[in-house]
T-cell receptor, first 116, second 112 residues
Framework: EPEVTQTPSHQVTQMGQEVILRCVPISNHLYFYWYRQILGQKVEFLVSFYNNEISEKSEIFDDQFSVERPDGSNFTLKIRSTKLEDSAMYFCASSERWQGARDTQYFGPGTRLTVL | QKEVEQNSGPLSVPEGAIASLNCTYSDRGSQSFFWYRQYSGKSPELIMFIYSNGDKEDGRFTAQLNKASQYVSLLIRDSQPSDSATYLC????????????FGAGTILRVKS
């Protein structure tokens, strides 16, 4: 069964460093998302992406964050200058096509980001 | 602020019993609702979605939706120890794109 994959599974970085989290969405999916979950807290929406542009973003997704689809398979989340509070699990998700409210999102296994 | 509320639990049920998980949401215009299961340290795994008022059954799982009361529930019949996890209720908010708003989740413990 097709699935979303993410690399690395765990990333440790120093505060102020740039990190790139990578995702390979399900191959025929067109809509891509990033969420994060701080330990013990809710899963929070960061950004949605379609047709090589951001569809929607949350207040969390400030200028330190960017997303890109550099080729036909990868979808990346970049954090330019990491802060301690960026430590979290980052989940990539994808959905097949626009179904409005019926869009069903499938999640990857996540990348645990630890900022020291 | 669109909110999704869940009782954090833990909800403890004996093996073979019915587990009932509940969720309320604040946005009266919401149209689609999802239940995800999350094991500790893992990602959310889709269990079911429901769009229409009433019940929707899939194997041991039944989702129930009451839009007038802004209430969604998930019933798990014949609960197994492997069902022990956190169950996340999510509401799809449609804007320029879609985004899921999650509740904090209910911890379910099934005791053998």
């Amino acid at each position: 069964e097709p699935e979303v994959t993410q690399t690395p599974s765990h990333q440790v970085t120093q505060m102020g460093q740039e990190v790139i989290l990578r995702c390979v969405p399900i191959s025929n999916h067109l809509y891509f998302y990033w969420y994060r979950q701080i330990l013990g807290q809710k899963v929070e929406f960061l950004v949605s992406f379609y047709n090589n542009e951001i569809s929607e973003k949350s207040e969390i997704f400030d200028d330190q964050f960017s997303v890109e689809r550099p080729d036909g398979s990868n979808f990346t989340l970049k954090i330019r200058s990491t802060k301690l509070e960026d430590s979290a699990m980052y989940f990539c998700a994808s959905s097949e096509r626009w179904q409005g409210a019926r869009d069903t999102q499938y999640f990857g296994p996540g990348t645990r980001l630890t900022v020291l | 602020q669109k909110e999704v509320e869940q009782n954090s639990g833990p909800l403890s049920v004996p093996e073979g019993a019915i587990a009932s998980l509940n969720c309320t949401y604040s946005d009266r215009g919401s149209q689609s609702f999802f239940w995800y299961r999350q094991y500790s340290g893992k990602s959310p795994e889709l269990i079911m979605f429901i769009y229409s008022n009433g019940d929707k059954e899939d194997g041991r799982f039944t989702a129930q939706l009451n839009k007038a009361s802004q209430y969604v529930s998930l019933l798990i019949r014949d609960s197994q120890p492997s069902d022990s996890a956190t169950y996340l209720c999510a509401v799809n908010i449609v804007g320029r794109g879609n985004k899921l708003v999650f509740g904090a989740g209910t911890i379910l413990r099934v005791k053998s």
